[in-house]
């Protein structure tokens, strides 16, 4: 059974800028900038629905959860102790028991730079885009 329920908050902001630094008879360059961040937030699932599975491997998941970014990654976590990984008798880092969130797979912002050469009728387009993650 399928259902279509539930209810998820974006708000973000952005700043576009376009401009034509150069034009003359049989030349222009032009230059666009993007700069955007998205935040969600899952406000809820439905009734009875806390989390939906989305991915899944090895042991790690990434959910829609609520009360969590869209995109949730859930796991188990290392041990820490004074702010520092918890080494075990075997030599790795002990993991804590549960699982938790310990991340989410949205950038933290995202940037485009796009800039155009026009030579008489030629029109190569030069894109880049970044996105950041910590």
Partial sequence: MYINAGEIQNKG??????T??????NFSWSLDI?????????ISLGENID???LFQAWDVSI?????????????TNFVYLDGK???????????TDEEEVIGNINPD??????????IMMLHPPQDMY?????
């Fill in 130 to 134: 970044w996105m950041h993650h910590t």
């Fill in 34 to 42: 993007n700069w955007f961040k998205n935040m969600n937030e899952v």
């Fill in 109 to 118: 912002w995202n940037a485009m730079n796009g800039a155009q050469h026009s």
């Fill in 13 to 18: 902001f952005e700043f576009s800028m376009n």
């Fill in 20 to 25: 034509v630094p150069v034009q003359v008879k």
């Fill in 63 to 75: 959910n829609a959860r609520e009360g969590q970014p869209y995109g949730a990654i859930v796991g």
């Fill in 51 to 53: 989390n939906i599975l």
């Fill in 85 to 95: 990984k918890v080494v075990g008798p075997d030599g790795f880092y002990l993991k």
